[in-house]
């Protein structure tokens, strides 16, 4: 009996031993484990090729990108794509996107403030950053931003890495340092692995360089596609995609009264210029000069990147600051007389395109039927459920 019982208490704490050996040592191994190895296959939107790169792949490019867009024709092509990465770069990107980590504080995503769930942006009229600092600009969606030549607002960045740093390394954002960042990551097992595997033409052994970091981001974001809406149906040739409500909104947005395609020219939905439209400003807030400060050009005081307008639907409130809370009231600013926003002192050079179409109600809401015809998130990416640094995805 009392042997039994030895056995027995010696089994349990032989067994407990195990547990607390093997428990503790193991979990940074477990979590590796539960990392599968990146995807070898491109997100939807894309073809491998022979070099293990995605190409970009849609209806568009049967047609030609004409230097002469005008207000953008159903077939027209659309501008040149960044592509070319292989699908363990943007895998890889998919993981750093969702990981607060690459915050100072552990505590902020890029998918805090660009949620796949809400347009890949926030839902709020300006963004959040650390310690609840409120930001001056509303977070625009990451839709389609490959095809983009310049970044934010007030359009201060010309590519997706330089872009990056301004988040990264804020500290009213994700308020990170370089060395911080690059110490933080290869100082995780997991991302060691996983930044050997997504580029293997380096030595393995090699630390984490910040390059990898911004170009495995950029992957991720230039495989943010939508372009299969309903109106890209209709533009391809299926006419039963839009009904006649919708269509008609398509032709006030295309009209010369209306003037939308003019800024807005599908299939992209900007003519990523700059334009001063004279939005107005939350109650009590000064006017935000916008590109006149990066540009260093009176002239372009007030002045902002037109936006793309696809999956505009899944992205409210509206405009730099966030001022619109519904698509409604953002077109009825377009009827409501060139300037009208604008403080009396300031004396902006307002867009040509920009006058008084007179709209009526049942046309601006034609406008909004049509607006909603954009919406495509189909390609939406999986947000990872566990992250390589095990932290859990802030979203
Ligand atoms: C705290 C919220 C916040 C976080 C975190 C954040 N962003 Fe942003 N993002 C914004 C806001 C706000 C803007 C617009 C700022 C402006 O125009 O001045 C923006 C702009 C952008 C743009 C420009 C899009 C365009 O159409 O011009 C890109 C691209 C972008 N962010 C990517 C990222 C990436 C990648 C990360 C992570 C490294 C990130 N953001 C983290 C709020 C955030
Ligand atoms: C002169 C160029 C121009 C014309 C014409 C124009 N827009 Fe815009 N649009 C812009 C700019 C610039 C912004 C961003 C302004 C800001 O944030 O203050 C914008 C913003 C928007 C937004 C909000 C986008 C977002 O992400 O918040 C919508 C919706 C919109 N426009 C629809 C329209 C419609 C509908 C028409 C036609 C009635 C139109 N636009 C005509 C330049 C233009």
């Given at each position: 009996?009392?042997?039994?019982?030895?056995?027995?208490k010696s089994s349990i704490s032989g067994l407990l031993l195990c547990v607390l050996l093997f428990a503790y040592p193991i979990q940074d191994d477990v979590l590796y484990e539960n990392i599968p190895k990146l995807n070898g296959n491109c997100p939807p939107g894309f073809m491998l090729n022979t070099q293990n790169e995605c190409i970009a792949q849609n209806l568009y490019m049967q047609y030609s990108t004409s230097n002469n867009p005008g207000v953008g024709g159903l077939?027209?092509?659309?501008?040149?794509?960044?592509?070319?990465?292989?699908?363990?770069?943007?895998?890889?990107?998919?993981?750093?996107?969702?990981?607060?980590?690459?915050?100072?504080?552990?505590?902020?995503?890029?998918?805090?403030?660009?949620?796949?769930?809400?347009?890949?942006?926030?839902?709020?009229?300006?963004?959040?950053?650390?310690?609840?600092?409120?930001?001056?600009?509303?977070?625009?969606?990451?839709?389609?931003?490959?095809?983009?030549?310049?970044?934010?607002?007030?359009?201060?960045?010309?590519?997706?890495?330089?872009?990056?740093?301004?988040?990264?390394?804020?500290?009213?954002?994700?308020?990170?340092?370089?060395?911080?960042?690059?110490?933080?990551?290869?100082?995780?097992?997991?991302?060691?692995?996983?930044?050997?595997?997504?580029?293997?033409?380096?030595?393995?052994?090699?630390?984490?360089?910040?390059?990898?970091?911004?170009?495995?981001?950029?992957?991720?974001?230039?495989?943010?596609?939508?372009?299969?809406?309903?109106?890209?149906?209709?533009?391809?040739?299926?006419?039963?995609?839009?009904?006649?409500?919708?269509?008609?909104?398509?032709?006030?947005?295309?009209?010369?009264?209306?003037?939308?395609?003019?800024?807005?020219?599908?299939?992209?939905?900007?003519?990523?210029?700059?334009?001063?439209?004279?939005?107005?400003?939350?109650?009590?807030?000064?006017?935000?000069?916008?590109?006149?400060?990066?540009?260093?050009?009176?002239?372009?005081?007030?002045?902002?990147?037109?936006?793309?307008?696809?999956?505009?639907?899944?992205?409210?409130?509206?405009?730099?600051?966030?001022?619109?809370?519904?698509?409604?009231?953002?077109?009825?600013?377009?009827?409501?007389?060139?300037?009208?926003?604008?403080?009396?002192?300031?004396?902006?050079?307002?867009?040509?395109?920009?006058?008084?179409?007179?709209?009526?109600?049942?046309?601006?809401?034609?406008?909004?039927?049509?607006?909603?015809?954009?919406?495509?998130?189909?390609?939406?990416?999986?947000?990872?459920?566990?992250?390589?640094?095990?932290?859990?995805?802030?979203?």
């Amino acid at each position: 009996m009392v042997k039994r019982n030895v056995i027995l208490k010696s089994s349990i704490s032989g067994l407990l031993l195990c547990v607390l050996l093997f428990a503790y040592p193991i979990q940074d191994d477990v979590l590796y484990e539960n990392i599968p190895k990146l995807n070898g296959n491109c997100p939807p939107g894309f073809m491998l090729n022979t070099q293990n790169e995605c190409i970009a792949q849609n209806l568009y490019m049967q047609y030609s990108t004409s230097n002469n867009p005008g207000v953008g024709g159903l077939k027209t092509g659309l501008p040149k794509v960044r592509d070319g990465f292989s699908p363990q770069k943007i895998d890889l990107g998919r993981y750093l996107f969702f990981d607060p980590v690459l915050s100072g504080d552990g505590t902020i995503s890029c998918a805090t403030c660009h949620n796949p769930n809400k347009g890949f942006s926030d839902g709020l009229p300006t963004s959040i950053g650390m310690g609840n600092y409120p930001l001056k600009r509303a977070a625009p969606s990451l839709w389609n931003v490959a095809y983009l030549r310049l970044f934010y607002w007030d359009g201060r960045a010309s590519s997706l890495e330089e872009q990056m740093k301004g988040p990264l390394f804020s500290k009213d954002e994700m308020n990170n340092t370089p060395e911080n960042l690059i110490n933080t990551l290869n100082s995780i097992e997991n991302y060691k692995h996983l930044f050997a595997e997504a580029f293997p033409e380096r030595n393995a052994q090699r630390p984490i360089q910040l390059e990898e970091v911004y170009m495995a981001i950029t992957a991720f974001e230039a495989s943010l596609v939508s372009l299969n809406s309903k109106y890209d149906r209709y533009a391809h040739g299926y006419h039963e995609a839009l009904n006649q409500k919708e269509i008609a909104g398509m032709n006030v947005f295309r009209s010369f009264v209306a003037r939308c395609a003019e800024c807005h020219t599908p299939p992209l939905f900007t003519n990523q210029q700059i334009a001063i439209i004279g939005t107005p400003e939350p109650n009590g807030l000064p006017l935000d000069p916008g590109a006149e400060v990066p540009f260093n050009d009176r002239s372009l005081r007030g002045g902002f990147k037109v936006p793309s307008l696809r999956n505009i639907e899944k992205t409210a409130p509206y405009m730099h600051s966030g001022k619109f809370k519904t698509l409604r009231e953002t077109v009825q600013f377009y009827t409501d007389g060139r300037g009208h926003a604008v403080p009396e002192d300031e004396n902006l050079i307002i867009h040509w395109h920009i006058w008084e179409p007179e709209l009526s109600d049942d046309e601006l809401d034609r406008l909004v039927d049509f607006l909603k015809t954009l919406t495509d998130e189909s390609f939406i990416p999986k947000t990872p459920k566990i992250l390589p640094s095990g932290l859990k995805p802030s979203v």
